[in-house]
């Protein structure tokens, strides 16, 4: 943002930043992967000693090592946890404000946060912003922003060093013209990159313009581990849904996914589509003749390989979009400022495969994807023609853990008003879907989860909070099948995802529909909708199973064999939570003799091979009783 950048130590950079603020900092930082970590514990050790100095930090995604909520969690991650992130800097104002224990010259506010992470911390829940992701730069703007520092990858071309902001140039793209707008008038701005030396290096719009910031920290100390998110198991469920999803993006076409086992799940199908496209049509054909597919599969969707491929637009470039571009499904080029480009996207994050696989990629097929500015990416405002010639027949797959009967989805909030995570961008692709031709929505939803041994459905008559209004509706998916929504009146509405609703559910929700007047009494769910359980489901699924289909892993792992099982068997130890189920099933384990000698490797894993305490003794036969239930 000068003509003259200045390299510092990282000392030397607090040092600067404090005097040049006159004690008074308003810091922000990227989402996710891009914060300059040890620059802010600097700061935040120097305002944490120093009750003069002011600090407020802006960002959002604070990210932090993976800790178990109980003993056995812990047992489980904290070798793997030693093995994946190693050195990685811990944020330290996360800490402390999960503890509530701020000092009060030091404020922080989040406007994402990692997936239900923060539900039982007060400060974090109270000082929350709830911003759409395209609001985001103007927002910290309005704050009074005047430091911003990010991490950047650096790269030396004919003895001249380059920098890029990678992983993030989502908001600082947007936020820059406005600060600069404010140092015109006189206000102190100062911009600060920190450079990793293991940073993919993205060219194109991430490519940092000479002057952009006023010091850069080069210090050896700043390379640490970079965060990691590994790849989570994707099981029964997710697979079905992945499969509804992947039928219903059509080839030369537009894709946006997001992270985790849903995204995973929808990579992988269309994976298998690319691939082994036999298969996965005979696949399709056994879920659709045990759930029949709803109309718009026929009228919007396609079932052939790829080949035009897809572009990709997407506000998070996972590392499923990654395959799909390495493989060969996301290869349609658009011109975009004179270069040839199939992907945009606003930030990357993911498992240290994204990051490896990005470096390997030589310079010409890496720039073939544009790390870019959110305001591009999420909305149509600004360069409409030329997004719109690009953003042909769309398919934006997000997620929801509730849907209400009469279509709004819930994603980011609690109807007890704590946040879960934050909206994001969800609600930028739902209304573009809606504003472009040939686009569609499409929510990807679990139909029912378990809590404490019971079974719950997550579609509900009503709900107290809403991400995605019901006026947006457009498509739902569960793994029962696929749901229109778009401009249906509110019974019709009511039918099709009754449809797709576990038949655990189905009738109490029509009868509470029934009784609010909103569809007819004498309505009946027809009967080939009405056997909509998990039992129909796995005869499908171990039938290809077998085969070799419906990985774990579709996308690989950092997980060992030995741990792939145990986390199975603990996350279904978790749903289990309730402690007369747990002493249930501790007593089952006590009866098998041969258990402990064919689950001896994971025992030892759990350090639990040779139990001391009557606790430990406990915990043995919880894993042993869990190992066996979820073998298969």
């Not at 100095?53 to 489980?76: K, V």
């Not at 919007?300 to 470039?317: A, P, R, T, V």
């Not at 990629?361 to 023609?385: A, F, K, P, Q, W």
């Amino acid at each position: 943002m000068t003509d003259r950048t200045t390299e510092l130590s990282l000392a030397d950079a607090v040092e600067h930043i404090i005097v040049a603020t006159n004690n008074h900092i308003i810091l922000a930082m990227p989402l996710g992967l891009g914060k300059a970590n040890q620059l802010v514990n600097a700061l935040y050790q120097r305002a944490l000693k120093d009750s003069t100095i002011q600090l407020e930090i802006l960002t959002a995604l604070s990210l932090t090592r993976p800790r178990g909520s109980s003993d056995l969690e812990q047992r489980f991650l904290t070798p793997f946890v030693e093995r994946v992130y190693g050195d990685y800097a811990e944020l330290d104002y996360l800490a402390a404000a999960r503890r509530n224990n701020l000092p009060a010259n030091i404020t922080v506010h989040e406007f994402f946060v990692e997936p239900a992470s923060e539900l039982n911390h007060p400060y974090v829940q109270q000082h929350y912003i709830s911003s759409n992701y395209t609001h985001v730069a103007r927002d910290l703007n309005a704050r009074g922003v005047n430091v911003i520092a990010q991490m950047v990858a650096q790269r030396i071309e004919n003895g001249v060093s380059q920098l890029s902001l990678s992983c993030n140039p989502e908001v600082t793209l947007d936020l820059m013209p406005l600060l600069l707008d404010r140092r015109k008038q006189g206000e102190t701005i100062i911009a600060v990159a920190q450079i990793h030396n293991e940073l993919p290096f993205m060219g194109s719009d991430a490519m940092v313009q000479e002057g952009m910031f006023d010091v850069v920290i080069a210090d050896e100390s700043c390379h640490t581990r970079l965060y990691s998110t590994p790849n989570m198991p994707v099981g029964m469920v997710e697979h079905f849904i992945g499969m509804h999803a992947a039928s219903l993006v059509k080839d030369g076409g537009t894709l946006q996914i997001g992270i985790g086992a849903l995204g995973d799940a929808v990579t992988g199908a269309l994976l298998l589509r690319q691939e082994d496209n036999t298969s996965y049509r005979q696949l399709l054909a056994d879920i659709y003749e045990q759930f029949p597919p709803a109309s718009i599969c026929a009228q919007i969707g396609d079932d052939n390989i790829f080949e035009k491929g897809l572009y990709g637009c997407s506000e998070m470039f996972t590392y499923g979009l990654f395959e799909l571009f390495r493989r060969g499904v996301i290869k349609r080029q658009v011109n975009y400022r004179g270069q040839n480009i199939c992907l945009h996207g606003g930030f990357f994050l993911g498992p240290t495969a994204l990051y490896d696989g990005l470096h390997q990629l030589d310079d010409e097929v890496r720039n073939l994807l544009c790390m870019t500015n959110i305001s591009y990416v999420n909305h149509l405002h600004g360069d409409e023609l030329e997004k719109r010639r690009h953003r042909v027949n769309a398919r934006f797959v997000n997620t929801a853990f509730t849907m209400t009967l009469l279509g709004a989805g819930v994603a980011d909030q609690l109807e007890d008003g704590r946040i879960l995570s934050g909206v994001g961008g969800q609600y930028n692709f739902v209304a573009q879907a809606h504003e472009l031709a040939g686009a569609r929505s499409i929510l990807l939803l679990r139909a029912c989860r378990e809590r404490g041994g019971e079974c719950l459905s997550n579609i509900v008559w009503s709900y107290g909070h809403a991400t995605i209004p019901r006026h947006l509706r457009d498509i739902v998916i569960t793994e029962y099948g696929v749901a229109d929504l778009r401009g249906k009146s509110d019974s019709e509405v009511i039918k099709a995802l009754l449809n797709i609703t576990d038949s655990r559910f189905q009738q109490e929700l029509l009868a509470t529909a029934v009784r609010h007047l909103k569809i007819d009494p004498n309505y009946e769910i027809p009967s080939v909708y009405c056997n909509n359980t998990p039992q129909r489901l796995q005869g499908i699924y171990q039938q290809w199973r077998k085969q070799g289909f419906f990985p774990e892993f579709p996308l690989g792992t950092d997980f060992n064999i030995t741990e792939q099982a145990l986390l199975k068997a603990l996350a279904w130890l978790k749903s289990k939570s309730e402690p007369r189920f747990m002493l249930e099933l501790a007593r089952k384990a006590l009866v098998d003799d041969d258990a402990a000698e064919h689950f001896h490797q994971h025992l030892l894993r759990m350090d639990l091979a040779a139990p001391k305490t009557l606790k430990q003794r406990l915990y043995r036969q919880l894993v042993l009783a869990a190992l066996q239930e979820t073998r298969a």
